[in-house]
């Protein structure tokens, strides 16, 4: 007997089949590898901290992050059949939220500043809002493909059980978003019992130090 020879496709087949299947979620995918290399090009050359973590730690760790959902999203919408308005809903305004909240990340890091939970003024304010907002909108959209899943029939149960459950999944870890959004008195700047006194918070500077504590950007 004679082993057949396996042949697996390379990072360049692959993604030109995302793009004839996905443009919108693979294009966001594949430039998230771009923003990932300057981030880790901002590692090595960027001495600022920002709350005791790289400047340029937060948003390599999102452009990883959000690389894996576009590819596994499009992955998931190719299931869907019958579909096509509904799957390029999905596919738009999911990429579109994503590339936004990436850009608003990664300029606050190259700002030096924070970019989450930051009401130091009324630009940083908007900023925050406008993340929160397109959260939002991308829980929507990974909703919307879990019940469109939901109505897809798949020959095999226990594969389609699979799907759906990855997408509930999803969205019930994407609830937590909403939590850490919350205003809470640590960080509205409002004291936290009678006669207590607590300064509002301000952005880090560019050139805070490392010598800060350890924490998340």
């Known amino acids: 007997m004679t082993a057949r020879s396996v042949r697996v496709p390379g990072p ?10 996905n443009r919108p979620l ?12 300057v981030a880790l ?15 340029w730690l937060k948003p390599m ?10 590819f596994t999203l499009l992955w998931m919408l190719t299931f869907v059949r019958g579909r096509p308005r509904l799957v390029g809903l999905v596919s738009w305004v999911t990429a579109e939220a994503l590339f936004v909240e990436m850009a ?8 030096g500043t924070t970019s989450h939970f930051n009401v130091s003024t009324p630009l940083h304010a908007a900023v925050w809002g406008t993340m929160t907002a397109f959260v939002a909108l991308i829980w929507a959209m ?24 990855g997408l509930v999944v999803s969205l019930v870890g994407m609830n ?3 939590l850490m959004t919350q205003e809470t008195p640590s960080r509205s700047g409002r004291p936290t019992r009678p006669g207590s006194k607590k300064p509002p918070y301000r952005a880090p500077t560019p050139w805070a130090s490392r010598t800060a504590g350890r924490g998340c950007p």
């Open 26 to 37: 693979a294009f966001v995918g594949a430039s998230m590898m771009i923003v990932l290399m």
């Open 41 to 55: 090009t901002g590692l090595l050359v960027d001495p600022r901290v920002i709350t005791g973590a790289p400047a």
């Open 176 to 178: 937590v978003a909403f």
């Open 61 to 70: 760790n999102f452009a990883i992050s959000i690389s894996i959902y576009c």
């Open 142 to 165: 990974n909703l919307l493909a879990a019940l469109l899943l939901l109505a897809q029939r798949m020959p095999d149960p226990a594969f389609a059980l699979a799907l759906r459950l």
């Open 12 to 21: 360049r087949s692959l993604l030109g089949r995302a793009w004839a299947s």
């Open 104 to 111: 608003l990340i990664a300029g606050a890091a190259a700002f």
